[in-house]
């Protein structure tokens, strides 16, 4: 099991209190962002493109916590940029832990390492590390646009592991993706020991430089995850929903919950999620009551929302639908038990996808050996 008994009876608490006083639009994870500036440049990211001015800045801790309280979600992930540049990112833990809040540090984890060894944090089953690994090492290190990143991180996770941290792997898939290698990448966190792994289709950032390697079709995005997804092995553990898994698969529809996953940052409440940037309000109460939520999500025709699947959105509406029904609750039960889903049809295209080749560029025939290039010969290529 991926999530805590702890933590799945506090969510499940959460949620039934929301409906039980009939809210309909409540957060259930705080994505806080208390600065925008990374250690990396990754292609895809759309945090790092802002101007130096706003890069420099860091959300000071006193509207971090009043953000918190303001939201009042069970679960407060911490994405950035690097949250370990931030300086106040020990007091914020602390605060956060002394509020029990469940906190996802989102990390690239270059610096967890040299923070470990200094003291910065204690164990504690309301704080987990989420590193972003984006594949194995070729696959991660060709999308962060940095050789050895993937080395790195690994030390970084087995240290965590080792001193009692809870650690999870966030990994985003993007267009061009080895669903074999994904499968072997799995095999790669489970031996290092993380508690489970988060899986999410990448989807454009306005402000990302690469737009060309997001996956932009829904049904190339299901057919992507049914094949990683299916027939698992029994070792993997998944740190999220496994009703948004199977939506990810294709088996589930749903529509998005843009105010699920409500962002903060320096700008202020950010209008209506963590990917589109529509305005921002200056308090919780003004982004639940003033935004006009019908105009987001597939539903709404809204263009920029027809092809997302990304986890933000969605899988706020699964766990909602387990706690809404007993169809949802029962699915729920269902897919943690009988958890390998077998499908002879997705082992046949995973055989089929060996002779492929994969990676951001494998349109054009720019891979080596079925590896995506490197970033110094990508633009060898790209120079060419």
Not at 33 to 45: K, M, S, Y
Not at 219 to 231: D, P, Q, Y
Not at 311 to 322: K, L
Request: charged share 25%; glycine share 8%.
């Amino acid at each position: 099991m991926g999530v805590p008994l702890s933590q799945m009876y506090t969510v499940a608490s959460y949620v039934l209190g929301q409906k039980l006083r009939g809210n309909k639009r409540y957060p259930l994870v705080l994505m806080l962002e208390p600065l925008f500036r990374c250690n990396l440049a990754c292609a895809g990211c759309g945090k790092i493109q802002y101007p130096a001015h706003i890069l420099k800045k860091d959300l000071p801790l006193k509207d971090c916590l009043r953000a918190v309280d303001e939201c009042a979600a069970p679960m407060v992930s911490i994405p950035g940029g690097e949250p370990l540049l931030h300086p106040q990112i020990k007091e914020l833990v602390e605060e956060l832990i002394a509020r029990k809040k469940y906190i996802y540090l989102c990390t690239n984890a270059l610096l967890l390492k040299q923070k470990l060894d200094e003291g910065l944090f204690t164990p504690s089953k309301y704080l987990t590390f989420s590193v972003h690994m984006d594949g194995q090492e070729d696959h991660h290190d060709f999308a962060v646009c940095r050789d050895g990143t993937y080395t790195k991180a690994i030390e970084g996770i087995r240290l965590a592991v080792e001193m009692g941290f809870r650690v999870t792997t966030n990994t985003t898939l993007f267009d061009g993706a080895d669903p074999n290698s994904v499968r072997a990448f799995f095999d790669e966190m489970m031996d290092v020991g993380v508690e489970g792994m988060m899986v999410s289709p990448g989807y454009a950032y306005p402000k990302a430089p690469d737009q060309k390697s997001f996956l932009s079709e829904r049904r190339n995005t299901n057919k992507l995850f049914e094949m990683i997804l299916s027939n698992r092995k029994k070792r993997w553990r998944f740190n999220q929903s496994p009703l948004f898994l199977e939506y990810l698969m294709g088996t589930r529809e749903y529509e998005c919950t843009p105010w699920g996953n409500p962002t903060f940052n320096i700008f202020g409440w950010q209008k209506p999620c963590y990917l589109l940037q529509d305005g921002y309000a200056d308090t919780f109460k003004e982004l639940i009551e003033e935004t006009n939520w019908d105009n987001y999500g597939r539903a709404s025709g809204n263009p920029s929302c027809q092809q997302c699947m990304v986890h933000c959105g969605y899988e706020p509406t699964a766990v909602d639908h387990t706690f809404a029904s007993f169809g949802g609750l029962w699915g729920t039960v269902k897919a943690m038990v009988f958890n390998t889903y077998a499908n002879p049809r997705a082992q046949k295209r995973l055989e089929e996808e060996k002779a492929k080749p994969h990676g951001p560029l494998a349109h054009l025939g720019l891979t080596i050996e079925g590896k995506p290039m490197t970033k110094e010969e990508r633009e060898a290529v790209e120079a060419a």
